[in-house]
């Protein structure tokens, strides 16, 4: 049965949304595209306000949950040898936690892993950087997600000078192979890059000093970085011209409206998850045999 997004009762008769393949179309980053102008209050894709997006991204995540489910069990039951990669990178604030809690936490747990890059611990550290990457990247059936990632082997050893350019230099170049690799392998990544303005970071930083729930959330390196606002854009703008490519582009999400990204990344993934055209696996057995065997089980139950 060919599964696609559900209509969407609650959305307004005004409000248009993007197909998944338009979204992706949209939201695809081409090398050379200008970084800092791109606007991150924009919806691309969507015509409606927060509650419409609300409610078109609680439809599409149940469309999503079924099309994880069938990744799940074409890989445990059919031997399906495929899974997806999320891979989300952005300022702070952009909302990388906020997609992980809200769009990742409303699947299974069971076809999902998540992992959070910080800074590598001192094993992690004296190993190829790739190393921690590979090994978490997500068993078949799966769907991985990467909050921050192999991306920060250039961006932060770049921004806070842990290393020379000689060597951040090169892993554009060993993480366009090392992608290509796992898509070759079967992984789909879908990498999305979340944007929001100086303005709107400046309310969620402000947000998370003046709350005492949100003060695990503030580190006072975000206001060092913050401060240096140029000189990041430039970093991104370099990671964007460099490692966009045909076989793994960069989807640029415009964040500073929360319900904007969370309904576009939902999107993405659902168009993934598409282009699988994945069936329920077939069983290893006559389901009227086993049937007829449940039967004969209940008479010891009878009267
Ligand atoms: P987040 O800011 O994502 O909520 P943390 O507060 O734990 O999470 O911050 C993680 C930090 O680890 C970030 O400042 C990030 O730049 C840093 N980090 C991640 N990967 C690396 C790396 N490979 N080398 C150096 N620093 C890294």
């Given at each position: 049965m060919e599964l696609q997004p559900a209509e969407t009762p609650p959305l307004a008769d005004n409000v248009d949304q993007a197909s998944p393949a338009e979204v992706a179309e949209l939201l695809r980053f081409a090398p050379g595209d200008d970084f800092s102008a791109i606007d991150t209050a924009a919806t691309p894709g969507f015509s409606g306000e927060k509650q419409d997006g609300r409610a078109a991204q609680q439809v599409d995540t149940e469309l999503l949950s079924d099309l994880q489910e069938r990744l799940y069990a074409n890989a445990n039951v059919g031997g399906l040898r495929k899974s997806v990669l999320l891979v989300l990178q952005g300022r702070d604030t952009a909302g990388k936690g906020g997609v992980v809690k809200h769009v990742v936490g409303a699947l299974s747990p069971h076809g999902v892993q998540v992992s959070a890059f910080g800074v590598p611990n001192a094993e992690e550290a004296s190993r190829p950087f790739l190393w921690r990457i590979n090994r978490a990247l997500p068993r078949w059936g799966n769907i991985g997600v990467f909050d921050?990632?192999?991306?920060e082997d250039i961006l932060a050893v770049r921004m806070h000078e842990l290393e020379p350019p000689s060597v951040w230099l090169d892993r554009y170049e060993d993480i366009n192979s090392f992608e290509d690799t796992q898509v070759d392998s079967g992984i789909h990544i879908v990498k999305c890059m979340l944007t929001v303005s100086p303005e709107e970071q400046a309310k969620r930083l402000e947000n998370r000093l003046r709350r005492v729930d949100k003060?695990?959330?503030?580190?006072?390196t975000d206001i060092d970085d913050r401060a240096r606002w140029a000189d990041y854009t430039q970093a991104y703008q370099d990671v964007l011209d460099r490692t966009s490519t045909d076989l793994v582009p960069w989807y640029v999400i415009p964040a500073d409206r929360k319900w904007y990204s969370r309904w576009a990344i939902v999107r993405l993934l659902i168009h993934q998850l598409q282009q699988?055209?994945?069936?329920w696996p077939l069983g290893h057995f006559d389901p009227d045999a086993e049937l007829k065997r449940l039967e004969e089980t209940n008479r010891q139950f009878e009267d």
């Open positions: 921050r990632s192999h991306y003060h695990w959330k503030f580190n006072p699988l055209n994945l069936d």
